[in-house]
């Protein structure tokens, strides 16, 4: 199957600080990919759909300016945690469709465990 | 709008017994259902998807399910639990080409 690659597995960073996490398709280009936010024992939740080349369409009461994502090409999008609080310390996960696989099955990455002290 | 919901946020077999892992379904057009299995500090794994396809579904490590469209059902089955089925479940409806929505889960023990 297809693979998605997401960078770095796990972070640690000081309150105030920014955070940069990469999602990457590595044997197939997505034209869209989607951003995840899981908290413990919690279900994913959706927090934006970045498109290729046009801004992110974000969720309701998903901060777009601290939460900013970037879809330059086809195979990368980034997530960057702006002006991080311990309240953003969460396991952030993204996802893409092959196209190849009739835009049904979602690929994800292995997840980034972000904590900020 | 489409949901999913997971009846039992813990379930706990013996190992070699059957596992039933519950998700309904609501969705105003037809769905595709997917199932993913979630180990700590992973991302998530696909078990087995139903496209509109066959309705009894097989898929890796044994499982199964089956889309029920009158019951508005996509169980996941496995008729003998092993050890290391010991995961987080997660059943997921999405439309085709819009962004898969996620039930609550399933944490699946089991007992030696």
């Known amino acids: 199957g297809a693979v998605v690659s997401q960078h770095p597995s796990w972070v640690i960073c000081k309150s105030g600080t920014s955070v940069k996490i990469e999602c990457r398709s590595l044997d197939f280009q997505a034209t869209t990919m989607f951003w995840y936010r899981q908290f413990p024992k919690q279900s994913l939740m959706l927090m934006a759909t970045s498109n290729e080349g046009s801004k992110a369409t974000y969720e309701q009461g998903v901060e777009k300016d601290k939460f900013l994502i970037n879809h330059a090409s086809l195979t990368l999008s980034t997530l960057t945690v702006t002006s991080a609080h311990p309240e953003d310390s969460s396991f952030y996960i993204c996802?893409?469709?092959?196209?190849?696989?009739?835009?049904?099955?979602?690929?994800f990455g292995q997840g980034t465990r972000l904590t900020v002290v | 709008a489409q949901s999913v919901t997971q009846l039992g946020s813990h379930v706990s077999v013996s190992e070699g017994a059957l596992v039933l892992l519950r998700c309904n379904y609501s969705?105003?057009?037809?769905?595709?259902l997917f199932w993913y299995v979630q180990y700590p500090n992973q991302g998530l794994q696909l078990l087995l998807k139903y496209t509109s396809a066959a309705t009894l579904v097989k898929g890796i490590n044994g499982f199964e399910a089956e889309f029920k469209k009158s019951e508005t059902s996509f169980h996941l089955t496995k008729p003998s639990a092993h050890m290391s089925d010991a995961a987080e479940y997660f059943c997921?409806?999405?439309?085709?080409?819009?962004?898969?929505?996620f039930g609550k889960g399933t944490r699946l023990s089991v007992i030696a």
């Open positions: 969705s105003s057009v037809p769905p595709y």
């Open positions: 997921a409806v999405s439309s085709g080409n819009t962004p898969l929505v």
């Open positions: 996802s893409a469709r092959d196209p190849a696989s009739l835009n049904t099955e979602a690929f």
